[in-house]
Nanobody, 121 residues
Framework: QVQLVESGGDLVQAGSSLRLSCVVS????????MGWYRQAPGKQRELVAS???????IYDESVKGRFTASRDNAKNTLYLQMNRLKPEDTAVYYC???????????????WGQGTQVTVSS
């Protein structure tokens, strides 16, 4: 089994910063692309940032210059540093990782349970 656990969500004021973490654990063979997604009430889940093992990163336009995704491959951990937060950043933030379990030949996407980020104006 492979598990993803996010942490770091909180209620903050606009202009504040937060750092989210996502730890991948279990029977891990290899991890490829990891990403952060978010889903606001009444909206579809959207990509915030994705990061390859070689640290090539893609960001949604709405967070460029404010959010920074990083990963520690040795710790199987993905981070999202969020600066200058805005009320429109309020959402549940999910972590996704493309993982090949150690006891399988196939790689598939795994999701975490999400962490709530609320930004007040």
């Amino acid at each position: 089994q492979v598990q993803l656990v996010e942490s770091g969500g909180d209620l903050v004021q606009a202009g504040s910063s937060l750092r989210l973490s996502c730890v991948v654990s279990g029977r891990i063979g290899s991890i490829r692309t990891m990403g952060w997604y978010r889903q606001a009430p009444g909206k579809q889940r959207e990509l915030v940032a994705s990061l390859t093992p070689g640290f090539s990163t893609i960001y949604d336009e709405s967070v460029k210059g404010r959010f920074t995704a990083s990963r520690d491959n040795a710790k199987n951990t993905l981070y999202l540093q969020m600066n200058r937060l805005k009320p429109e950043d309020t959402a549940v933030y999910y972590c996704k990782a493309a993982v090949r379990p150690s006891d399988d030949y196939l790689r598939r996407d795994y999701w975490g349970q999400g962490t709530q980020v609320t930004v007040s104006s």
